[in-house]
């Protein structure tokens, strides 16, 4: 029944918000602080290849590889913001990283243009590659709108003005008559229990909010959440002609369908998750402990790393080590 599916989906929506709200104080009280002193032992080893460039007993092949290691340790700190190991970077690049974020600019402008239209980016000067990226989520917006409102002018057009005033009579009727059933049920004088009252109160509460957005959709929802029987819901429903309250709960289920995948989309990119995951508790966990363990063990390795390279053995050993990878 199309009731249930849209309680389903309506649970699992929340329930995932949940999940994810409580993953993110999970992750963010371990990944972070991994990142941090990784980036700690890479600003250090940096600033050590630097230093050690200007001594003696290097041949100019280990300079150049030297230089290209700073450029490559120096890079994503500088992005993130890191000022001393932008100008680090730049003392040993050929090229600043400036000029690099301008070509990476203006060929992903030349990209998304070319796959998006000649409209895309249009009277736009773009900085970073952050400011493409906004530039293309918001273009993918306004076009899915434009669509979505031609779409419905579209349906309107279609639509006679009769049936949809009947339509309408038919969801007003639904919403009055499933609303005075609910607040029947859930009145808190009618409670004994002072924290059952308390609860209906609360249910009350939301019941007449969602009766003054005329919203039949929440009230449905708030009966399964009441837990009230489902005989309530099926005859009030029953004496309305039913073509109008199939087509709103099939529109529901494709805005609930879409608010989780949307949701999981954003998780999965905040997480960096791998794309195929099926988002639960056990698989945030696994991933989570995977992602700690892998980090922990590129800890280990760049302290001994940094460790190796202040011997001019300990040097060139990395350095072969760092060409053969």
Known sequence: MLIEQCQVL???LETTKGLIAEHRHLHNSIIPVLQKKQDCIQRTMAQWLHHRLKGNGLTARHERMMRRLICSITMRLAISGDQTMRALHDAHSAISLAEIELAEVSEAQAYLKAAMGEAFGRDQVFETLDDVLHAKF???RKEAEARSKNSAARRAKKTKGSASQQAADDVEDALR????K???ALHPDREGNEKLRANKN???SEVNTAYGRRD???LIELHAKAQLPSAL????LE???????TKLMRERMTSLHREIRDLELQATAEFVLPATIVIHEASLKHHLNLRKREMMHDLRRLNEDLASIKTDAGLKRWLKEQTVN
């Open 216 to 218: 039949l959709l929440a």
């Open 182 to 184: 609910l607040a029947s």
């Open 202 to 204: 609360q249910l009350m």
């Open 10 to 12: 309506a649970v699992k």
């Open 177 to 180: 008559n499933l609303y005075r």
């Open 239 to 245: 004496r309305q002609k039913l073509d109008a309250l």
């Open 138 to 140: 918001e273009f993918i």
């Open 233 to 236: 819901i099926t005859s009030t």
